[in-house]
Nanobody, 119 residues
Framework: QVQLVESGGGLVQPGGSLRLSCAASGSIFSIYAMGWLRQAPGKQRELVAA???????NYADSVKGRFTISRDNAKNTVYLQMNNLKPEDTAVYYC?????????????WGQGTQVTVSS
C-alpha cells in the first residue's frame, strides 16, 4: 500500500515563505511525475507545479518566479518552496504522484495541507 504524507503548511503573512514536503512510502518500484495542486474555497482544484523523475518541471503561470518544485528521488519526496506568498495563494495544497508499485502506474494523493496567507 502506498501513502503520501504532506507537511509544512500554515499561516504566513503576505510576502512570506513556506516550504511544503510530501513523502511517498510503501510498496514503490518507481515514481514518474510528482506534483502539487491546490484548491481554494469555491474554486476547482488546479495544478501548481509538477516535476518528472528526470527533473523536467511545469508551473502554473500564477506562481512562476515565486514557487520552486524539487524532488529527492532517493527519499521519494517532493518539495514546494513558496516565496513572496500572496493572499490568493491561500488554499489546501495536495501532493500527487504517479507511482508504479508492481502492476501499473497509479495516481496517488496526499491528505492535503492548508496554506493561509493573511496579515
Amino acid at each position: 500500500q502506498v501513502q503520501l504524507v504532506e507537511s509544512g503548511g500554515g499561516l504566513v503573512q503576505p510576502g512570506g515563505s513556506l516550504r511544503l514536503s510530501c513523502a511517498a512510502s510503501g510498496s514503490i518500484f518507481s515514481i514518474y511525475a510528482m506534483g502539487w495542486l491546490r484548491q481554494a474555497p469555491g474554486k476547482q482544484r488546479e495544478l501548481v507545479a509538477a516535476i518528472t523523475s528526470g527533473g523536467s518541471t511545469n508551473y502554473a503561470d500564477s506562481v512562476k518566479g515565486r514557487f520552486t518544485i524539487s524532488r529527492d528521488n532517493a527519499k521519494n519526496t517532493v518539495y514546494l518552496q513558496m516565496n513572496n506568498l500572496k493572499p490568493e495563494d491561500t488554499a489546501v495544497y495536495y501532493c500527487n504522484a504517479d507511482i508504479y508499485s508492481g502492476s501499473s502506474y497509479q495516481d496517488y494523493w496526499g491528505q492535503g495541507t492548508q496554506v493561509t496567507v493573511s496579515s
